[in-house]
């Protein structure tokens, strides 16, 4: 069974950091490229990092220069590191598999809020 479990987001202020962290587990996680979305409220659910399994990563251009996406093999987890935060980075993280379909299962998500 699958399990995608994202931790560490929280309120913080405008122009404040963030670490997100993602646990994996019941994935091949070493062979599949992985990613970071976000959905905002009122808005679709966006992918806003990935990363493939040698490491190599793309970023969307609203994040990009401002957010590190990585990940560890080992420990079967994916991480986001969040600088440079404003109010418009504000929602729901979650992370899954870079390819996703209508029937891709999806954690909780953390949620961010960043207050001007």
């Known amino acids: 069974q699958i399990q995608l479990v994202e931790s560490g987001g929280g309120l913080v202020q405008a122009g404040g950091s963030l670490r997100l962290s993602c646990k994996t587990s019941?994935?091949?996680?070493?062979?599949?490229?992985m990613a970071w979305y976000r959905q905002a409220p009122g808005k679709q659910r966006e992918m806003i990092a990935d990363?493939?399994?040698?490491?190599?990563?793309n970023y969307s251009d609203s994040v990009k220069g401002r957010f590190t996406i990585s990940r560890d093999n080992a420990k079967t987890t994916v991480v986001l590191h969040m600088n440079s935060l404003q109010p418009e980075d504000t929602a729901v993280y979650y992370c899954?598999?870079?390819?996703?379909?209508?029937?891709?299962?999806w954690g909780r998500g953390t949620q961010v809020t960043v207050s001007s």
């Open positions: 019941g994935t091949t996680f070493s062979i599949n490229d």
């Open positions: 990363i493939s399994t040698r490491g190599n990563a």
């Open positions: 899954n598999f870079k390819y996703t379909s209508k029937y891709t299962y």
